[in-house]
């Protein structure tokens, strides 16, 4: 169309200087002929010498030929304003063509309904270039929803325009185009003007075919919802002849012996006539094969159709046949378990009694239930702490075996042991407390007979005890006369027999007394040093026999514990006459010492030592080691349990270091007495 | 002058013991099988010293103990309480009832001997 134009101009220029040319040999030729055909002179001549006519004449036809010229001129020069004016025309009307071809050709894409959104925006973005003033190096990309689309040239540069693309006001993404070289400034950097709108024109397009796009994907999955059900979903006729079917529902068509357009068996016919009727829904159970469904029936109310919603309760069935199994075993162990089981709810009424509660109490079922608990069959001494423990269960803690006396019919007392459960519902609001019990009576008269038991075989063995020791030693004081070297040596083998059955006695009666929680301390500022200083020197001869080196190591005194002292002494010697025992050669160390809040006193020896083995149960009854040595020595194998348990009581520990034939170490720990607190606590 | 000991103790073997020891030592022993009888005894003859035992038929020493003490007469009347080891709460309770000393089971003759002597030594 260029080309065109430019030839209009280059006509009309030509017509133009034609005319001059044609005046000027009119000129030449008129006054040729004036020369030669008049023969009148020079030319100068003749113009003086010309008649006025002639000159007029001449003037006339000057006149016409400029004339003619400037005519001619305007002509031209207002043809090229008009050429200029059309080309400039065309050439916009080309650019909104290339913009209209581009946006055109995006919304073109949505047209295809089976397209994805991705898909449409990589087309998209090809397209893009070509509007542009130099698409050949014109690149651009667009990013939505961290997706990316970009030509197959992009490259960022500096000569950049963007725009965002906004779905629902909000922005979802950008659109880029970019210029790959430098062009010379326009409008906006080396942009267009046109430009900018034609950016903003198509991220607003795009952001219109997101949004489309977006709601169709919407409705495509929503059309899918039902086939995608894994539960079967129906829609019948009034005739009961099956409209629609999920993909679900299919099977059990097939198991009916029904199809699309078939009607269902006959049991459902009721049904819907039902539900037509009443126009309400309807639920009821199905068993096909092993599975049992729940089918919701519901008339579409206006249509003269029914949808019939299913649901696959097997499991459910299942778990509820299951639970309810579980709660018959529960009730029925419950009722015939040889245990007190008694519930109470939050009010403290009793709501659980079974028949042993029954058994142990006297009273029925019937005469507790609804009853206060604590109120009315619990002896008083027990009522606080009962009240306490249905508290704390209450809030969730539970409590275990704790002790209490149970009221019965006739009047007696029974000892139960209880653990107490929190009884919550299904939501797990706590409804009450659950106790399951043990009848300990037996255990406790059992208990107490044997503690009775102990102490009356200690006292009738001690009598006898004291008979043989008392008369051998009568002989042995020489009270009854000289005795013989040998009758000497047999009678000290009596006498010291009977010691060492006399301190087996003790011991035993002091394990019984720490089973049977009568151990009485008589608790003191008691000096730790003090007591060491006794045993050593108690114990000092025994060493020196066997050729031992007892050493004392005490750089503090005195160091203070709460305590009894004569049980504390107790621990002490035993701890150093089994040192003394255990140990062939060497020394035995007895070292105090105050370790931050707590008093240490160590007996180390350099004895047989122990194995790891033998050290996990030194403190066990009756632990002896296995050892011939040993074997030789006497002692009732009680005395470290009774240390330990002694120790303990007075919330300290014994701790042992051991090394099998390298010699033990027993590290007695206690706490430091507290002057503030007070003696006799 | 002979010292008078009255002995309160059900088994005969073990008074048999004691009443050797200290008649050799030169005392007078009387013995007495349970608590009433040493009672008894104890009123009518007024001894120096008296050895209880603590479990007898019939009396226990303890019941002994405090009918003693609570007789003007008799209450500064040394006692020697005769216990079966152990119970360190019955040593406690003897003690505090008045009792001036005690002597646990089984004992050596000589220790006996010894205590009694200091006892009767101190109230010469």
């Not at chain 1, 030319?43 to 003086?48: C, G, H, M, Q």
């Not at chain 1, 304003?81 to 059309?86: A, N, R, S, V």
């Not at chain 1, 979802?172 to 034609?198: A, I, K, M």
Request: proline share 3%; charged share 30%; aromatic share 6%.
């Amino acid at each position: 169309m260029k080309n065109k134009s430019t030839k209009h101009i280059r006509i009309s220029e030509h017509l133009a200087l034609l005319g001059i040319g044609l005046a000027a040999l009119y000129w030449i030729l008129e006054s040729a002929i004036d020369a030669f055909v008049f023969q009148e002179g020079t030319f100068t001549e003749r113009i003086i010498g010309a008649t006025p006519a002639e000159i007029w004449m001449r003037a006339v036809i000057m006149s016409i030929i400029i004339i003619f010229a400037v005519y001619a001129q305007v002509v031209i020069t207002r043809r090229r304003k008009i050429e200029e004016t059309l080309r400039k025309r065309t050439y916009d009307i080309n650019e909104r063509v290339k913009e209209l071809e581009c946006l055109y050709g995006i919304s073109g894409l949505v047209e295809k309904r089976h397209i994805p959104l991705s898909e449409i925006l990589k087309s998209a973005v090809d397209l893009i270039s070509s509007a542009w003033q130099y698409p050949e190096i014109t690149c651009a990309r667009i990013i939505v929803e961290n997706q990316t689309f970009k030509t197959n040239n992009f490259r960022e540069t500096a000569w950049k325009q963007a725009a965002d693309i906004v779905v629902h006001d909000k922005q979802t993404g950008t659109l880029e185009v970019c210029y790959l070289e430098e062009r010379p400034e326009s409008d906006e950097g080396p942009f267009l003007s046109g430009e900018r709108s034609l950016i903003n024109a198509i991220a607003e397009l795009l952001g219109g075919i997101i949004d489309h796009k977006k709601a169709e994907e919407e409705i495509k999955n929503l059309a899918k919802f039902p086939d995608e059900n894994p539960n079967p979903v129906l829609r019948v006729a009034r005739d009961s002849s099956v409209i629609y079917c999920n993909r679900t529902g299919l099977p059990l068509l097939d198991l009916w012996g029904s199809a699309l357009g078939q009607p269902l068996p006959d049991f459902w016919r009721q049904t819907i006539n039902d539900v037509l009727s009443s126009s309400s829904n309807k639920t009821i159970e199905v068993v096909l094969r092993d599975r049992i469904f729940s089918f919701v029936v519901a008339p579409v109310v206006g249509r003269g159709y029914i949808n019939l919603y299913g649901l696959d309760i097997t499991e459910r069935r299942k778990a509820e046949e299951e639970v309810t199994r579980v709660a018959d075993d529960l009730s029925r162990i419950i009722k015939t378990v040889n245990a007190p089981i008694i519930g109470v709810d939050v009010k403290g009424l009793v709501n659980e009694w079974n028949q042993k509660a029954a058994d142990i109490t006297g009273y029925s079922r019937d005469e507790v239930l609804g009853h206060n608990f604590v109120e009315d069959f619990i002896d008083d001494d027990c009522k606080a702490l009962l009240q306490q423990v249905s508290d704390k269960a209450l809030k969730g803690e539970e409590t275990a075996n704790f002790e209490f006396s149970l009221n019965t019919k006739d009047g007696q007392l029974v000892i139960v042991l209880f653990n107490a459960t929190t009884r919550r519902d299904a939501s797990g609001n706590i409804i009450g407390v659950f106790s399951i019990g043990q009848d300990i009576s037996e255990r406790k008269k059992i208990e107490q007979m044997k503690s009775d038991f102990v102490a009356l075989a200690s006292h009738e063995l001690r009598t006898p005890l004291t008979s043989i020791q008392g008369y051998a030693e009568l002989i042995l004081d020489g009270d009854v006369g000289e005795i013989s070297k040998e009758q000497r040596e047999f009678l000290e083998i009596i006498s010291q027999n009977t010691q060492r059955l006399e301190a087996l006695i003790n011991d035993v009666l002091d394990v019984e007394k720490i089973e049977s929680g009568r151990m009485t301390m008589k608790m003191e500022k008691t000096d730790l040093i003090q007591i060491v200083d006794n045993c050593v020197n108690t114990f000092k001869i025994m060493a020196e026999n066997k050729g031992l080196q007892l050493e004392k190591d005490v750089k503090i005194s005195p160091i203070n514990v709460l305590g009894d002292s004569d049980r504390l002494s107790q621990v002490f010697s035993n701890l150093l006459s089994n040192a003394i025992k255990y140990t062939k050669e060497g020394r035995v160390k007895i070292s105090a010492r105050i370790k931050g809040e707590l008093a240490s006193v160590a007996i180390e020896d350099t004895g047989l030592g122990m194995s790891p083995e033998d050290m996990k149960i030194v403190f066990s009854r009756f632990f002896r080691a296995e050892d011939s040595y040993v074997r030789k020595t006497t002692g009732s194998g009680l005395g470290l349990s009774i240390a330990k348990a002694t120790i303990e009581r007075h919330n300290g520990d014994i701790k042992l270091e051991s090394k099998l034939g390298a010699g033990s170490k027993f590290e007695v720990i206690l706490p430091l007495f507290k002057e503030n607190k007070g003696a006799g606590q | 002058m002979t010292r008078k000991i009255i002995l309160a103790e059900d088994e005969p073997q073990i008074a048999r013991l004691i009443e050797f020891k200290l008649k050799k030592e030169g005392y007078e022993v009387t013995w007495k099988e349970n608590g009433e009888e040493a009672l008894k005894a104890i009123r009518a003859d007024k001894p120096d010293l008296i050895l209880l035992d603590v479990m007898m038929p019939v009396m226990d020493g303890y019941e002994v103990l405090r009918r003693l003490k609570e007789d003007e007469n008799l209450k500064s009347i040394p006692v020697v309480m005769l216990t079966a080891r152990a119970q360190e709460k019955d040593v406690v309770k003897g003690i505090d009832m008045g009792a001036e000393d005690y002597i646990t089971k089984p004992f050596h003759p000589a220790e006996l001997l010894a205590r009694v002597k200091r006892i009767l030594g101190k109230s010469r």
